[in-house]
């Protein structure tokens, strides 16, 4: 079977949500160049799905081509890693990578899910939970939530940083078949539980929360997660273009939440946050 590629240019403050819709409508992988995207798809996707899903973001161009096998994989690959964040070097399972002396090895297949690492957003969360480890004791003893894990990549940071209970959560089951994947890649199949399905599915009780999402969603997510954690646990959150982190922190203030820092990687805001609010069960 051949394969599709649809070339996208759009406003820079849309790149997070089309992003997150391209995989959602079977989107194999992603390359950037020069302010535009270009996405695979198998050559069987229904186009005509695709463009109704992007219709309702305003000044797009799209332009939809045939690409071979070998253009595809070479078009892809070829811009995938490896690259070093936070004392992490992040290696495709295709390169052959060597860390230096104090540097955590991850070995991640993008495939069809968002956060291969090189994006602001991953970098932003990957430093602020290595801060937030280095400024925690007992971490084998600490519960992480990944809500929204996509690649899967921060649970596997926060397993190699020692964090002993690590639970992944993803609505969409192509990013749960990718994450699963590279749990294997890492060694990881048994160490970190994969759910299919949103945060009530994943319980309580947790030290920190990793939330990696657009704004609507974080949003939407912050009463949940404030009954989620522990009392005085903490929630890390990234996602967000500048000049939409008042919003948020409106949002997560209303949810029992204090501001604990903010952080700036390009046009994109990342955050942490503390909650007062005490732990109870999720009802729905």
């Not at 994989?73 to 060597?98: D, H, M, N, Y």
């Not at 203030?253 to 942490?272: M, P, Q, T, Y």
């Amino acid at each position: 079977m051949g394969w599709r590629g649809l070339t996208i240019s759009f406003p820079a403050e849309l790149q997070e949500p089309i992003t997150a819709t391209l995989y959602a409508h079977g989107c194999q992988g992603i390359s950037e160049d020069d302010g535009h995207l270009t996405a695979y798809f198998l050559e069987d996707v229904s186009t005509q799905e695709v463009m109704a899903a992007l219709s309702c973001f305003d000044g797009t161009t799209t332009e939809w081509q045939s690409i071979a096998e070998q253009d595809w994989q070479a078009g892809w690959k070829e811009g995938v890693g490896p690259f070093r964040v936070a004392g992490f070097l992040i290696c495709p399972p295709w390169k052959s990578c060597t860390p230096v002396a104090g540097e955590s090895l991850i070995i991640l297949d993008p495939g069809a899910a968002f956060g291969a690492g090189e994006h602001e957003t991953t970098r932003m969360m990957l430093t602020m939970l290595r801060e937030w480890a280095g400024s925690h004791d007992g971490l084998g003893g600490r519960r992480l939530l990944d809500l929204g894990t996509g690649t899967g990549i921060l649970s596997i940071a926060a397993h190699v940083l020692g964090i002993g209970d690590v639970t992944s959560v993803d609505v969409e089951q192509r990013a749960v078949d990718t994450a699963r994947s590279n749990l294997a890649l890492n060694g990881l199949s048994e160490k970190v539980a994969l759910i299919h399905g949103g945060m009530a599915d994943a319980g309580t009780g947790y030290d920190v929360i990793l939330a990696n999402i657009f704004l609507e969603v974080l949003i939407g997510a912050m009463p949940d997660a404030a009954s989620a954690l522990k009392p005085g646990g903490t929630l890390i959150i990234s996602g967000l273009l500048k000049g939409q982190e008042d919003e948020l922190i409106k949002a997560a203030k209303a949810a029992g939440f204090e501001l604990h820092g903010v952080c700036e990687d390009g046009r994109w805001v990342g955050a942490s946050f503390n909650s007062n609010a005490p732990s109870v069960p999720l009802l729905r």
